[in-house]
Nanobody
Framework: QVQLVESGGGLVQPGGSLRLSCAAS????????MGWYRQFPGKQRELVATRSNGGDTNYADSVKGRFTISRDNAKSTVHLQMNNLEPEDTAVYYC????????????WGQGTQVTVSS
């Protein structure tokens, strides 16, 4: 079992920046993908960005050029630097983990609220 703990959400004005962080409860040695999804009210969770432990990244088109995902494999942490935030980015952001050897099992954090408003 792995727990994911997020931090860094909050309220920011349009055009501002936030950095989300997520830490796994143990060191992840097997091949895996960590990242972030977000959920708007009444909608399903959608991909924001993911990064494998090998460095492969994937971004939603809506955040390309504004958000950057990074991770520290030694600490089993993943971060999301969000710049030039827009009101449309307001959502609950969830940390995500999947081991490549267990494609049917997803781990999720508890979620952190990001609100972009003036």
């Amino acid at each position: 079992q792995v727990q994911l703990v997020e931090s860094g959400g909050g309220l920011v004005q349009p055009g501002g920046s936030l950095r989300l962080s997520c830490a796994a409860s143990r060191i992840l040695r097997a091949d895996n993908v960590m990242g972030w999804y977000r959920q708007f009210p009444g909608k399903q969770r959608e991909l924001v960005a993911t990064r494998s432990n090998g460095g492969d990244t994937n971004y939603a088109d809506s955040v390309k050029g504004r958000f950057t995902i990074s991770r520290d494999n030694a600490k089993s942490t993943v971060h999301l630097q969000m710049n030039n935030l827009e009101p449309e980015d307001t959502a609950v952001y969830y940390c995500y983990l999947r081991f490549r050897a267990l494609p049917g099992l997803d781990y999720w954090g508890q979620g952190t609220q990001v609100t972009v408003s003036s």
